[in-house]
C-alpha cells in the first residue's frame, strides 16, 4: 500500500514536473503538398532571393553543441568550453508569394537595459544572453529593407530563435513544425513564461501538418506548391523541428535549424550534445539532412549557429 503510494507520487510528480515549452494557443494547418525525397526538384536555382543575416555574436558551451562524446569528437580532441556562435534570421523573398522569414533574431528591446528584456533574469543568466553582441535588430534590418512579411516560420521554439517575434506586426503568421508548442520538459517550467513573452500573448501558432493526410510521417512540404521552398520535419532536437531547403536565385540553400548547431558538427556529421532532447531522433533527422544535400553539389548548408566558410568544405 505504501508503496503504490509511493509509486503515485512519482507520477504525480512526473506529470507536474514536465511542462510544455508555451501555453500560447496552437492550431494544426495544412499548408504545402507533401513529397518524397526522390520527388524534389533537381535543378540548382529557383526564384527566392534568399538573404542570411547576422544578428548576433554569442558564445555558448560546447558541450551543448556538438556530443563531445561522439567517437570523432574524442578522436578530433574536442573539449568542453564555451564556443563562439551566432544568430541568424534568413529572408525569403518570393515573386509572386511574398516575404518570409525564417527564425526571429533579435527583437529592438534587447537594444535596451536588461531590466526591460522580455526574459526572467534567470533565464537570462542560464543563457548567457548578456554576451550577446548585437549586429542588428529585426526592427532596425526591416527598416532598411521594408516589405510586407507574410509570415515567419520558427525552426523550434528555442528563446534563441525567438528574441525577436515581437518586431513584426502582431497578427503575422507563424508556423512552427507539428508538436513543437506541446513540446514537454522539465526544463520548460523555467522558460514558458519566457517563450510566451517572447511569442506575444495574443500570437496563435500555426503547426505544420507532417501526419495526418495519409497516416504515415511526411519528411517534405513543398510549401508553396511550386518547388522553391521545401519544409523538412526534423525531430530530435525538439519534438516538431524544421529545417529548409530553398531554391533561390543564388542557388540552392539547407537551413538546418538546431539539428546541427556548427560548422563543425555538420562537416563531421556529429550531433549537437546536451541541448538536443532526444540525441537518437536527431541523428536520424541530420542523416536525412546530409542525404538531401548530397543530391546538389553547389548546395550552401547553413547550419543552425555557425557559417561554414568556403576553406572547411
Ligand atoms: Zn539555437
Not at 508503496?3 to 503515485?8: K, M, P, S
Not at 507520487?9 to 494557443?25: D, E, K
Not at 533527422?285 to 553539389?297: D, E, G, H, T, Y
Request: aromatic share 8%; proline share 4%; glycine share 10%.
Amino acid at each position: 500500500m505504501k508503496i503504490q503510494r509511493i509509486i503515485f507520487s512519482f507520477i504525480s510528480i512526473g506529470i507536474l514536473t514536465a511542462c510544455a515549452v508555451t501555453s500560447n494557443r496552437s492550431v494544426l494547418v495544412n499548408n504545402g503538398t507533401p513529397v518524397d525525397i526522390q520527388n524534389i526538384n533537381s535543378s540548382d536555382k529557383g526564384p527566392i532571393i534568399f538573404k542570411k543575416i547576422v544578428a548576433a555574436d554569442w558564445l555558448a558551451d560546447r558541450a551543448g553543441l556538438i556530443n563531445l562524446s561522439d567517437p570523432k569528437a574524442v578522436v578530433a580532441g574536442l573539449q568542453s568550453g564555451k564556443e563562439p556562435i551566432q544568430i541568424y534570421f534568413y529572408v525569403i523573398d518570393h515573386p509572386k508569394f511574398g516575404r518570409y522569414i525564417i527564425d526571429t533574431g533579435l527583437g529592438d528591446i534587447f537594444r535596451k537595459d536588461k531590466k526591460e528584456w522580455p526574459v526572467s533574469s534567470i533565464v537570462a543568466s542560464q543563457m548567457n544572453l548578456g554576451d550577446l553582441k548585437i549586429h542588428t535588430t529585426i526592427k532596425e534590418w526591416l527598416q532598411k529593407d521594408p516589405k510586407k512579411v507574410e509570415g515567419i516560420f520558427l525552426t523550434h521554439l528555442h528563446l534563441d530563435h525567438i528574441l525577436g517575434t515581437q518586431d513584426f506586426p502582431a497578427g503575422t503568421s507563424v508556423y512552427t513544425g507539428q508538436n513543437e508548442p506541446g513540446d514537454s520538459r522539465f526544463l520548460h517550467l523555467f522558460v514558458q513564461g519566457s517563450t510566451d513573452a517572447l511569442l506575444g500573448a495574443g500570437t496563435a501558432l500555426s503547426e505544420l501538418n507532417f501526419f495526418g493526410r495519409e497516416g504515415a510521417p511526411i519528411r517534405f512540404l513543398d510549401f508553396f506548391g511550386d518547388q522553391s521552398l521545401y519544409v523538412i520535419s526534423v525531430p530530435g532536437h525538439t519534438e516538431g523541428s524544421i529545417a529548409f531547403l530553398i531554391k533561390s536565385t543564388s542557388g540552392v540553400q539547407l537551413i538546418t535549424g538546431d539539428t546541427c548547431h556548427t560548422s563543425w558538427g555538420w562537416l563531421n556529421n556529429v550531433t549537437p550534445g546536451g541541448f538536443t532532447k532526444d540525441l537518437e531522433r536527431n541523428k536520424t533527422s541530420l542523416n536525412l539532412l546530409q542525404s538531401v544535400a548530397a543530391k546538389f553539389p553547389k548546395i550552401q548548408i547553413h547550419p543552425g549557429h555557425q557559417s561554414i566558410s568556403a576553406s572547411a568544405k
